[in-house]
């Protein structure tokens, strides 16, 4: 959301019996007015009663900005929508024949503008503003104006509504207010300036141009969406960090083990794929060989589905978003996680080779020649435990008598889990190893596949860019209305 700056104000609740422009009605003489609110498109002509009755009389310098509800679709598809255009369109036709014939020639400076996405409610008279949930209409005195209406049943409108009166920073709040409507161009219409109706206007510019700013206002969501993913893109690089996470819990070094055992085991890289997972999956929680977990595809596939969902009114109306739509397959089909089956055999064979080279380094091919590899570290954590020690005695060459700490469980009496409890350090290193033949064997498919990525999300975001340079400007039929011309 855009700031608009910050506002002072007194917060006002209004329920049932209340007048909540009574303090503008007891107003004799407004300088500059402007009034913006939210009404039927079918009832303007009571409106505009309303206000002229009200506030418009004592006033010269007039903005109206009529945020229309109702607005009917371009296209009717079942008989109550035809019905409802119809209704609409006759409605819109008498108000600006009513428009025409009022005598609004005293008020100098009057501007009257139909908006077709406006929801906002304000009423500004000088220096007071109004601001809040109630519509500038009949409806703010419920029982007064309503039982005198005759074009339909009086009706109670007696809902909660919350109104922020101000007064320092009234006009400029108010013209801030008006400037974001009023550029907002598809959607707003002049209707009525210089004491003229616009002659040109009708019913279908309004349902139209309403139509088009729902197609445009999706396209360039999906062109903020599309900038995001090129971001994201460029930002994805082939990285092991993933690496960084192996570690092997207290009680998982057997199971651990294990696994490289089976590595090595193993005649072809085919065979003891599963079993390499596996041990992915043991050391570091994740299920394959994937990218930084910080940029990861899911994201590009998140926003690419989101833009894949984006078509309920485009598709209706723009055949382009046909071919961004294929765009988007193009790109979901080339992206996944680099794969061990898709390396060539020479590559496997090789795999193969320099697992079990650093398996045999450090004599993990079976569970006894791994302790006797590091037996050492067994005797030192075995010296340095005090909860697996005793204190003795010897005698040193000068004869003195002397305490020492000696073990009093020998190695092959510790549990296999006690032992590789105390080697994780070194199985950690192992494991890390081994992952790092497969990542790093993976890392021209992984670039291929980032390569393709990018191209094709840079295709998308040229064709947009195109389709949004020759379809972002007004149509003939959406062109302006110079009053001065008439």
């Known amino acids: ?45 009571n409106l505009m009663a309303f206000l002229k009755k009200n506030f418009m009389n004592k006033s010269q310098n007039i903005t109206l900005i009529f945020g229309l509800s109702n607005i009917p679709k371009a296209e009717a598809t079942s008989d109550y929508d035809v019905t409802t255009k119809l209704k609409c369109e006759k409605a819109f036709d008498n108000f600006l024949i009513y428009l025409a014939n009022l005598n609004l020639a005293k008020h100098q400076n009057l501007k009257i503008y139909l908006h077709t996405r ?24 419920s029982f007064m104006e309503n039982s005198r209406n005759y074009s339909y049943a009086p ?46 206007l009708n019913f279908n510019d309004i349902i139209s141009s309403y139509d088009k ?19 994201l893109s460029n930002e994805i690089i082939y990285s092991s960090s993933i690496l960084e996470k192996v570690e092997i819990e207290t009680q998982q070094g057997n199971y651990a083990l294990e696994l490289i055992i089976q590595i090595y085991e193993g005649s072809s890289l085919d065979y003891i794929e599963s079993v390499i997972e596996d041990l992915l999956r043991t050391t570091t929680g994740e299920c394959n060989f994937q990218f930084c977990e910080q940029i990861s595809f899911r994201q590009i596939v998140d926003k690419l589905n989101l833009l894949s969902s984006l078509d309920t009114e485009v598709h209706v109306c723009c055949e382009f978003m046909d071919e961004i739509s294929s765009n988007i397959d193009d790109v979901l089909e080339c992206i996944e996680e680099p794969q061990i089956d898709n390396l060539s055999e020479e590559v496997k ?25 590091h037996r050492d570290t067994l005797e030192n954590y075995l010296l340095l435990s005090p909860g697996e020690s005793s204190n003795e005695y010897y005698v040193d060459d000068d004869e003195e ?13 510790m549990t ?70 008439v």
């Open 1 to 45: 959301m855009k700031s608009l700056g910050n506002i002072e104000g007194e917060l006002l609740h209004r329920h049932f019996n209340d007048d909540t422009f009574e303090e503008f009605k007891l107003i004799n003489q407004i300088q500059n007015l402007v009034v913006i609110t939210y009404h039927p498109l079918n009832s303007l002509i």
């Open 118 to 141: 406006c929801h906002i409610k304000a009423l500004c008279a000088d220096d007071m503003l109004y601001l809040g949930t109630q519509n500038v209409a009949d409806t703010s005195n």
């Open 155 to 200: 009706q109670i409108f007696n809902n909660h509504e919350l109104i922020l009166r101000i007064k320092k920073s009234a006009i400029v709040t108010i013209t801030k207010i008006g400037e974001q409507l009023l550029k907002d161009e598809f959607s707003n219409l002049l209707i009525y300036s210089n004491g003229k109706v616009n002659p040109k």
């Open 213 to 231: 700013q729902i197609i445009l206002e999706e396209l360039k969501t999906i062109k903020t969406e599309i900038i995001q993913l090129k971001a």
């Open 349 to 373: 064979e090789d795999i193969t080779e320099q697992i079990k080279k650093i398996i045999e380094d450090s004599n993990a091919y079976n569970f006894k020649a791994f302790f006797d590899h």
């Open 401 to 413: 008598e002397k305490n020492c700490t000696l073990s009093i469980i020998p190695i092959h009496e």
């Open 416 to 485: 296999t889990n006690k032992k590789l409890d105390v080697l994780t350090n070194e199985l950690n290193y192992l494991a890390k190893e081994i992952l790092s033949v497969i990542y790093n064997s993976l890392e021209p498919q992984a670039d291929e596949i980032i390569n393709r990525v990018k191209n094709e999300i840079e295709n998308i975001a040229d064709n947009l860019d195109k389709y949004l340079d020759e379809h972002i400007v007004i149509p003939d039929r959406f062109e302006r209305f110079d009053f001065d011309e």
